[in-house]
């Protein structure tokens, strides 16, 4: 016969000593902090060097700069450039664009090589009156360095087809009253096209988005093999 102790509900083992690391809290926070600053730097360097959406593309054309000589996709070949639409008799944005692409030459200037790689073109959309003199005045007025900044004109039909190519077609509203000529209706954006004639960004004249551009446009270079 096998006698049998009496059962009871054993009671639950006690609980193991808390483990101390011996590294103090302001360490320890000192650390995570430290972490924390490590990811950000790598999810901020991530998105700077994410590449540039490509959203359209530029055709082949041919105008005339300020100085009466054929330019145009061909001259172009090999470097990130800026387009923007203006002209000349303009008063409303015209003039802003064009003081904001003259802080960009400035900058592109202030960068070592820079120039090199990088155009800015102005396209005209009133080519009728237009002329390449009155490009040249319009740059001259405004101290564009017509080495790196190229004022196109031409013939109506051809600067209508490449707004179309940028999808910022030039329109014409209603005559004003006692005016010649209909009302010119374009974009104010700036566009980032690059070395191989493709649209990588659009900007409008805001601090926000010229600080971006000449940020992307940096990046563009360094994208296409350019050294800065």
């Known amino acids: ?3 049998r102790l009496p059962s009871s509900d054993p ?3 006690p609980a193991p000593p808390e483990r101390k690391s011996g590294i103090p809290g302001w360490a320890r926070s000192l650390i995570a ?3 924390l600053a490590v990811c ?3 999810m901020l360097l991530a998105n700077r060097e994410r590449p540039l959406p ?6 082949e054309f041919s105008l005339l ?10 001259d172009l070949r090999g470097k990130v450039w800026v387009a923007s639409f203006i002209f000349t008799r303009c008063r409303d944005t015209c003039p802003v664009m064009t003081a904001k692409l003259l802080l960009l030459q400035d900058a592109i200037h202030a960068s070592q090589g820079l120039a090199e790689d990088v155009r800015l073109i102005s396209f ?3 080519p009728e009156r237009d002329k390449p003199s009155d490009m040249k005045n319009y740059a001259a007025s405004f101290g564009a360095d017509t080495s790196l900044w190229h004022f196109l004109t031409g013939a109506e039909g051809i600067v209508e087809g490449i707004s179309k190519q940028f999808c910022l077609p030039v329109g014409r509203g209603n005559l004003p009253e006692g005016g010649q000529s209909p009302e010119i209706i374009h974009s104010d954006r700036f566009t980032l096209v690059d070395r191989i004639g493709r649209i ?3 900007y409008h004249p805001e601090p926000d988005d010229m600080q971006r551009l000449a940020t992307d446009l940096k990046k563009l270079v360094r994208e296409n093999g350019g050294s800065r």
């Open 1 to 3: 016969m096998v006698s």
């Open 11 to 13: 009671s639950p083992p």
């Open 33 to 35: 902090a430290a972490g």
């Open 40 to 42: 950000a730097a790598v």
């Open 54 to 59: 490509v959203q359209g593309s530029v055709g």
């Open 65 to 74: 700069d300020a100085g009466g000589q054929p330019y145009g996709s061909s």
């Open 124 to 126: 005209s959309v009133d």
């Open 200 to 202: 990588r960004g659009y």
